[in-house]
């Protein structure tokens, strides 16, 4: 699992077919999604993707600076790029997934990797 950008100038969530069709499939991420995988990877709490799709620290600070760049809410978008500074800076995991967790909304927040989970289960079952 893992994102790549999209041609709208967005994200896509991309994940493994599954039932031997091979492949990966990709899903329009929406601002909670992409915060999620963000904390997944600080979290550690993936396997690791296909070469193609692994992260670097670099691809997740762009990732979470283009949720900030799309935020309307002026108070998210400020937390957004206090979330943007700890990943420059380099700040412990456990800070900057605090940071991004702030900002999640109230549906996702109690599990998010979880909730990523689970949408990547139903994009990859998916025919």
Do not use: N, Y
């Given at each position: 699992m893992g994102f790549a950008p999209t041609l709208d100038d967005g994200y896509a969530l991309v994940v493994e077919g599954s039932g031997g069709s091979g492949g990966s499939r990709r899903a329009e991420a929406d601002a909670?999604?992409?915060?999620?995988?963000a904390i997944a990877y600080f979290e550690d709490a993936l396997h690791p993707p296909p070469d193609d799709?692994?992260?670097?620290?670099?691809?997740i600070g762009s990732l979470v600076?283009?949720?900030?760049?799309?935020?309307?809410d002026a108070s998210r978008r400020r937390?957004?790029?206090?979330a943007v500074d700890a990943i420059d800076d380099g700040l412990?995991?456990?800070?900057?997934?605090a940071r991004l967790a702030a900002v999640l909304s109230s549906d996702v927040a109690a599990?998010?990797?979880?909730?990523?989970?689970e949408?990547?289960?139903?994009i990859a079952s998916d025919d």
């Open positions: 909670d999604l992409l915060l999620a995988m799709l692994a992260a670097t620290h670099a691809d600076r283009h949720v900030a760049e799309a935020e309307a937390m957004l790029k206090e412990a995991a456990d800070a900057v997934i599990d998010p990797v979880r909730g990523l989970l949408r990547a289960r139903a």
